[in-house]
């Protein structure tokens, strides 16, 4: 294991070729290559946008945050801490994304998207996705309810009372569907993924 110590005590965060600013350089860096890791720490992503009221205004664009991600987590779970921490120090610069993040023994969707005017942070929901299984996002929040006490299953605090303040839902926390809420609609892209890996099912469940 190779630990990359950092030559600044600065990193420069950069969207299209143009510096949006600078954040804390971590005290050791650790190598990539492309979306993975040394520790096989690996995160692709999928853009739904959402309400575009809430696109990010903050430092750290959804790329930018993948790659520092990779350079300071060696774990899926790590990497949620560290993804989900950054965007709310520096505020986030985009719309609302699906991450994949998989590392030797777990794989998870995190979800998330920006407050817009009202913070520079995010609200955001992550679910591990059980072994045996598989999962696919192809540009929707594929994350609709979910349990609220549930090892596998994080979620920031304000996820729902930030739904609520902004009008988007009235309901019970239980009946809560972060996608139904931020994303505004669901598309089927999945189907064909779900007839090639399993081809005698012929409806889609979300």
Known sequence: IRDVAPSRGLGDVYK???PLGEIDEAPHTYSTIGNMNEFGLTISETTWGG???????GLIDYGSLIYITLERAR???EAIDTMTSLANKY???SGGESFSIADA?????LELIGKGKHDKGIVW????????YISGHANNARIHTFPLDDPETLYSPD??????????????????????????????????????SEPTRRSYIS
């Not at 023994?105 to 969707?109: A, L, N, P, R, T």
């Open 105 to 109: 023994d777990e794989v998870w969707i």
């Open 159 to 196: 996820v729902i009372s930030f739904a609520r303040k902004c009008g988007y839902y009235k309901g019970k926390d239980e009946d809560f569907d972060f996608s139904r809420a931020y994303s505004v609609y669901d598309m089927l892209s999945m189907l064909s993924l779900i007839h090639i």
């Open 16 to 18: 299209r070729q143009r």
């Open 125 to 132: 929901v992550a679910r591990r996705v059980p072994d045996g």
């Open 75 to 77: 774990t899926a779970r």
């Open 91 to 93: 505020g986030y610069a």
């Open 51 to 57: 309400r575009a009221e809430l696109a990010g205004t």
